[in-house]
């Protein structure tokens, strides 16, 4: 479901809609798509992604797919939003004769469409294929310093978990019946707070549905922490520094008042609950403190600092 509908739904007080994401009973959040394929023109236009005529792609022989390697290092939102412009993803290996392939031609370090931003441990593509390919290289994935989410191939041919952040070209792949997502306007907007590569805008004081408006306005959503160390840059101090309790993209399926689960659908795998998880109520929403990074169930009418993240794409 299109992220404006169902959290508009939720503003509403409808609450959320059938396959809208909700807590299983044990923590955590994630991160989700903050805009949605294009379609074809028209029903009876075929679909053509400019990628497919962009000279600037190789097709791989005996396929219908084509590279591209970005000219310029950049950290791996960015990587993401390089390809989508051209109607492409992130690499997405599928075997080892893709993988073979992409070493042969390139031959040096750049970004795969593959993270765990949504959970840690759970690697996922960019362009949502389930594929189970993997070729780490040794001991890796290994999540060092416990902030390593995206993936790259190195020259030998192996893949590494790193920092989001780090500076790598972006090998962009092209399929004929791909719809790449729309870069939401946030990507380009000023007054963003950059970190880990990813860009978080703070709101002045209002309501949750407010925030949740705002946020949505700048195709993005309230903040969805996927671990501790996101969850810890909203405090004083930190990366983001809110300096304020601020809202969070938490809110109670009416379906299910003993659930919560996140506006913009992701799934609910991760919390920090300020004590024990508290049962949802009507018309109360979760906010983080600032100045220990606990969250809190309060009403959504409350008048706080909200924090907008911008996503690229799916991560």
Not at 88 to 108: G, P, W
Not at 201 to 214: G, R, Y
Not at 295 to 301: E, G
Request: hydrophobic residues 30%; charged residues 20%.
């Amino acid at each position: 479901m299109d992220l404006r509908v169902l959290t508009s739904l939720i503003i509403s007080g409808c609450g959320f809609a059938p396959g809208a994401a909700t807590d299983s009973g044990t923590g955590s959040g994630g991160d989700a798509p903050a805009s949605v394929p294009d379609a074809a023109p028209d029903g009876n236009s075929p679909f053509t992604p400019a990628c497919m005529t962009n000279s600037a792609y190789t097709v791989r022989p005996t396929t219908t797919h084509r590279f591209r390697l970005m000219s310029a290092s950049a950290d791996y939102d960015t990587g993401v939003e390089a390809c989508e412009k051209d109607g492409a993803h992130l690499a997405q290996i599928s075997d080892a004769s893709e993988n073979t392939y992409v070493h042969a031609t390139y031959f040096q370090d750049f970004w795969l469409g593959l993270n765990d931003l949504t959970t840690e441990g759970t690697f996922h593509w960019t362009d949502r294929e389930l594929t189970p390919y993997r070729d780490f290289n040794g001991n890796e994935p290994n999540n060092a310093l416990n902030n390593e989410d995206c993936v790259y191939m190195d020259f030998t041919g192996l893949w590494n978990d790193t920092a989001c952040d780090n500076n790598r070209k972006a090998l962009c792949e092209c399929e004929p019946d791909y719809h790449a997502p729309a870069v939401p306007a946030c990507r380009s907007m000023a007054g963003a707070k950059t970190t880990h590569g990813r860009k978080y805008f703070v709101l002045d004081t209002m309501s949750w549905a407010e925030a949740s408006q705002a946020c949505i306005g700048m195709g993005g959503y309230l903040m969805v922490p996927s671990d501790d160390n996101e969850n810890a840059l909203i405090e004083s101090g930190g990366d983001i520094n809110a300096n304020a309790d601020a809202w969070l993209g938490l809110i109670q399926d009416p379906g299910d008042p003993t659930k919560w689960g996140w506006s913009n659908g992701s799934p609910y795998l991760y919390d920090k609950w300020d004590g024990p998880k508290p049962t949802p109520a009507a018309g109360f929403c979760g906010k983080i403190e600032k100045n220990n990074s606990q969250w809190q169930s309060v009403d959504c009418t409350t008048t706080i600092r909200g924090v907008c993240e911008c996503d690229p794409g799916t991560p």
